[in-house]
């Protein structure tokens, strides 16, 4: 072998290598963030259910039980992922371990409560990666289960993240629903013209026509709603919400104007927002 030829394997394996180590890094990298998104979503979505309990006062027992619902939310997603059951308790110390840490001085009246919150949330990032550079490989390859009879479930799981999303970010709205100005409404056709513009959907014939006659239906709706009393304007601000998540599901369904994934979020969104105006507004 000419020494050209060497060099330029050499260059090739040189090339492979780093090429690798960067695919591997995104993935570690990419599943840290999963990490992080997933202990979010469970923070959000499992605080409402321990509002009930009155030892929730105490800043300890609250700690606790924000690290149970961070660790349910990194847990379920890590089974979905495939990831054991080894690795997901160990994800689960590392939301533990940094608030026992801080517990013993809060304990003796060394440190406040809202150090003890704020230093266990900061430290949990730190261990969540120590945790991770543990078990490397376990965080650079992909994970994929045997298919069994759960398999169609966990997939239609995973398929419907934007409704997952929209349910976590609406979660509040169950708790102390809001309500929206009417003038908000207008947010919703806009949004479709906006994307629509960018994605140059709004070419495809009778679609510019349909998006500014739904513009048009929301602007008299709004019109309306704040020209009648606020009793009756309640339930038309929220039947607007509701039609406009009729509006997401026609698109969904037939792949219009807007991504996928945003019209259902968008119709989740549409329809808690709606629904929980009517009812308990």
């Known amino acids: 072998m000419t020494s050209r030829g060497y060099s330029l394997r050499v260059a090739g394996s040189t090339l492979k290598y780093m ?4 695919t591997l890094n995104g993935r570690f990298a990419r599943h840290y963030v999963e990490m992080v998104v997933a202990m979010v979503a469970g923070m959000l979505l499992f605080a409402p259910l321990w509002t009930w309990w009155s030892a929730m006062a105490r800043p300890d027992v609250e700690a606790l039980v924000m690290a149970t619902n961070m660790t349910l939310g990194m847990g379920i997603w890590m089974r979905i992922r495939g990831h054991g059951w080894r690795p997901i308790a160990e994800m689960g110390a590392a939301m533990y371990v940094p608030f026992l840490l801080l517990l013993g001085p809060y304990w003796l009246g060394v440190l406040s409560a809202d150090v003890v919150m704020i230093g266990g949330h900061v430290l949990m990032l730190p261990a ?4 991770m550079l543990l078990r490397r490989t376990e ?7 045997q298919p069994s009879a759960s398999g169609k479930v966990v997939t239609f799981l995973k398929d419907r993240w934007p ?11 169950w ?3 809001m309500y929206p100005p009417a003038v908000v409404m207008m947010i919703l056709p806009t949004a479709y013209l906006v994307i629509g513009a960018f994605r140059k959907r709004l070419r495809e014939p009778g679609m510019l026509p349909l998006q500014l006659t739904g513009f048009a239906a929301y602007l008299v709706l709004v019109g309306v709603a704040l ?4 009793e009756i304007a309640k339930y038309l601000i929220g039947a607007g919400w509701l039609a406009h998540g009729i ?3 026609f698109h969904h369904r037939h792949d219009k104007v807007v991504p996928r994934a945003f019209s259902e979020w968008c119709g989740v969104v549409d329809v808690v927002i709606g629904v929980t105006i ?3 507004v």
């Open 19 to 22: 090429t690798n180590t960067m």
């Open 128 to 131: 969540m990666l120590v945790a």
């Open 139 to 145: 965080y650079t390859v992909h994970h994929h289960r």
């Open 163 to 173: 409704t997952w999303l929209a349910l976590v970010v609406t979660i509040d709205n």
């Open 175 to 177: 708790v102390t629903p």
């Open 227 to 230: 020209s009648v009393p606020e």
């Open 247 to 249: 509006w997401d599901y």
């Open 278 to 280: 009517i009812l308990f």
